[in-house]
C-alpha cells in the first residue's frame, strides 16, 4: 500500500493507494489543496477512485464533491452524513475496498453523529475524534460528549496497541501517534471516568471556528451558492425539534401540517423513500419558491431532509421569510426510517 500524507499542516489529507493496481483514495481532503491531491494522483501514476470525509467538517471546506466532478470518484461518507450527493454510505464493520487495500470502518460518533475512523495494514484515521493528545470538541454540529468517550475507550481503544494513529488536524506538529501512547498519555482520557470526561469537554469553553458560516453549512449542504444566506447557529438553535413518532402523530391529525421535503429529488425518491403526502422543495430551490408556500405563512411547516440538518436549515430559512410555525424533523427520514414508520418509495 502506497501511503503520504499531503498537507503537511494542521489538517490532514491522507493518500492510500493500491500499488498493485494504482486505484487510490484520498481520506479528508482540503477544497484548497485539490490542485495539490491532482499533481500527486499524476506523480504517482494513480487514478483516484474513492474520496472519503470521516466526518462532516466545519474548520475547512471539503474538497469531495469538487474531486468527484473533476475526476468521477465516488464520495464515501458514514450513513449518518448530511450532505446529499454521496454514493456510497457506510456503517460499523463495513469494509471500503480500493484495489487491494481493504479499510474497515468503525462508527465513533461524538464529535459529530456521522464521525467514523477507518482501519488497514495496522493504521487507523481516526479523523477527529482521537487526536494525538487529545480528542475532537463536542460542543456543536451535534456533538455528544458521552458517545466520543465511549468510540474512544470501546472502539479505538480495542485496537492493537501497535496500532499507528493518524487523525484528521493536529496543531502541534505531531505526524502520528499510536494507540497504546494515547491510552497511556492523552491527557484528555487517560485515567478519566465517562463521567468525568464529559464535565471536562463541558468546561472547554472553545471558541467557534472563525470560517464557520462559510464552511460548515455548505459542507452539510454540499452547496456552494451565492443566493443562499445560510441561517447563524444562533437561529439554527432555535429551530423546534420533533421526534419522527411526534411528527406521525401531527400528519394523521385533523389540521395536518405542510411536510416539506428539502433533499434533492434522487433522494426523494431512493431508497429512504419520502414521507407519503409531503412536498418536495430542493434546498437550493428554497428562496426562489418561498412564495408558492404563502398560504402556508400561518400554518404549521414541517421540514424533512435525510438527517435532519439540511432540514433545520430550512426551517430557519422559512422562519427568517415570516414563517410563523416552523418544525424540524429531528434524524431525518434516516430516524423515520430507523423506527419503521411509513414511507412510500
Not at 144 to 153: C, E, K, N, P, R
Not at 292 to 311: D, F, P, Q, W
Request: hydrophobic share 35%; net charge negative.
Amino acid at each position: 500500500m502506497l501511503f503520504r500524507e499531503l498537507n503537511q499542516g494542521k489538517c490532514k489529507t491522507y493518500l492510500l493507494a493500491c500499488e498493485k493496481t494504482r486505484k487510490a483514495l484520498l481520506i479528508d481532503p482540503i477544497r484548497e489543496k485539490t490542485d495539490r491531491y491532482l499533481a500527486a494522483l499524476a506523480y504517482y501514476n494513480c487514478s483516484l477512485e474513492l474520496v472519503v470525509d470521516t466526518h462532516t467538517h466545519a474548520d475547512h471546506r471539503t474538497a469531495v464533491f469538487e474531486l468527484k466532478e473533476l475526476t468521477g470518484a465516488k464520495v464515501v461518507m458514514h450513513r449518518r452524513a448530511p450532505a446529499p450527493h454521496v454514493d456510497i454510505h457506510v456503517q460499523d464493520g463495513q469494509t471500503i475496498a480500493c484495489g487491494e487495500i481493504q479499510l474497515r470502518v468503525l462508527a465513533t460518533p461524538g464529535h459529530t453523529p456521522d464521525s467514523m475512523s477507518l482501519y488497514a495494514e495496522g493504521k487507523v484515521f481516526t479523523g477527529d475524534t482521537l487526536l494525538i493528545r487529545g480528542t475532537g470538541r463536542t460542543d456543536f454540529a451535534g456533538g455528544d460528549a458521552g458517545m466520543q468517550y465511549d468510540s474512544v475507550t470501546k472502539k479505538l481503544f480495542t485496537l492493537p496497541d501497535d496500532t499507528l494513529v493518524y487523525p484528521a488536524h493536529d496543531y502541534r506538529g505531531n505526524t502520528q501517534s499510536s494507540i497504546g501512547e494515547e491510552k497511556r498519555l492523552n491527557p484528555r482520557i487517560a485515567n478519566y471516568s465517562r463521567t468525568e470526561y464529559v464535565e471536562l469537554m463541558a468546561k472547554l469553553g472553545l471558541p467557534l471556528p472563525t470560517k464557520i458560516q462559510e464552511v460548515l453549512q455548505p459542507n452539510q449542504t454540499a452547496l456552494d451558492d451565492d443566493r443562499i444566506t445560510f441561517p447563524t447557529i444562533a437561529e439554527l438553535n432555535q429551530v423546534r425539534q420533533l421526534s419522527p413518532v411526534e411528527v406521525l402523530a401531527l400528519v394523521h391529525s385533523d389540521s395536518p401540517p405542510l411536510v416539506l421535503d428539502v433533499r434533492e429529488p434522487n433522494e426523494y425518491s431512493g431508497e429512504l423513500g419520502h414521507i407519503p403526502g409531503s412536498r418536495l422543495i430542493p434546498l437550493k430551490d428554497l428562496a426562489d419558491h418561498a412564495g408558492e408556500l404563502e398560504t402556508y405563512k400561518n400554518k404549521h411547516v414541517i421540514a424533512i431532509c435525510r438527517a435532519g440538518v439540511r432540514s433545520s436549515t430550512a426551517a430557519a430559512i422559512l422562519t427568517s421569510l415570516g414563517f410563523e410555525q416552523v418544525s424540524n424533523l429531528r434524524g431525518g427520514m434516516l430516524e423515520w426510517n430507523d423506527q419503521k414508520l411509513p414511507v412510500q418509495r
